[in-house]
């Protein structure tokens, strides 16, 4: 999963709790916690992929949690962030702090799930934004996010960190990473 971020964002470490395949087990797992109100599956998830993680050191250097954001209005309709939740399942094994607004999604152009790698990133370009002011100068960030299948989310948000703070390292995380 670390080649979909060479050459676009300083990545040290990434990892995934499993392969995602659509109409999989798993991917219902995903479904749940994404559009069937079930938040308590993120932290659960979470919790799980953290105590995995923390077999190999994972967390090691890891100064932050920075879950993915949603839109206001998407959070408002969904009742959450199910990054979040995942995060939230994470910080409960590692205890590493989660900055939940240091990033803000400006808009939700659609969803990506039928978008080619282009398409993604066309689709997440000028999205982030950065919220109240953190010193992430320095700092290794862990960005979490549900499924990665492009890296493109979580490279424009990356991004629009480093172009904001000076030396910052990144590490990503999800509950699912998809086969190419």
């Not at 839109?71 to 094994?93: C, F, L, V």
């Not at 979580?154 to 991004?159: S, T």
Request: with cysteine.
């Amino acid at each position: 999963m670390a080649k979909l971020f060479w050459g676009q964002i300083k990545i040290e470490k990434a990892t995934a709790l499993f392969f995602y395949e659509p109409h999989s087990e798993m991917s219902r797992i995903i479904l749940s916690l994404k559009y069937l109100d079930h938040p308590e599956t993120g932290e659960l998830m979470g919790r799980m992929l953290a105590e995995e993680a923390n077999r190999d050191n994972f967390f090691d250097g890891i100064d932050f949690i920075i879950p993915i954001p949603l839109t206001r209005k998407r959070q408002r309709k969904r009742g959450y962030n199910q990054s979040m939740e995942i995060a939230r399942g994470i910080n409960e094994i590692t205890k590493i702090k989660i900055i939940s607004n240091a990033v803000i999604r400006k808009t939700f152009k659609t969803s990506q799930t039928k978008m080619n790698r282009w398409q993604r990133q066309a689709n997440v370009k000028d999205v982030f934004a950065i919220g109240k002011k953190f010193d992430l100068n320095n700092k290794h960030i862990l960005i979490v996010d549900d499924v990665v299948t492009t890296g493109s989310t979580i490279i424009a948000c990356a991004q629009k960190i480093a172009e904001n703070y000076n030396n910052v390292k990144f590490s990503v995380m999800s509950l699912g990473f998809t086969k190419h």
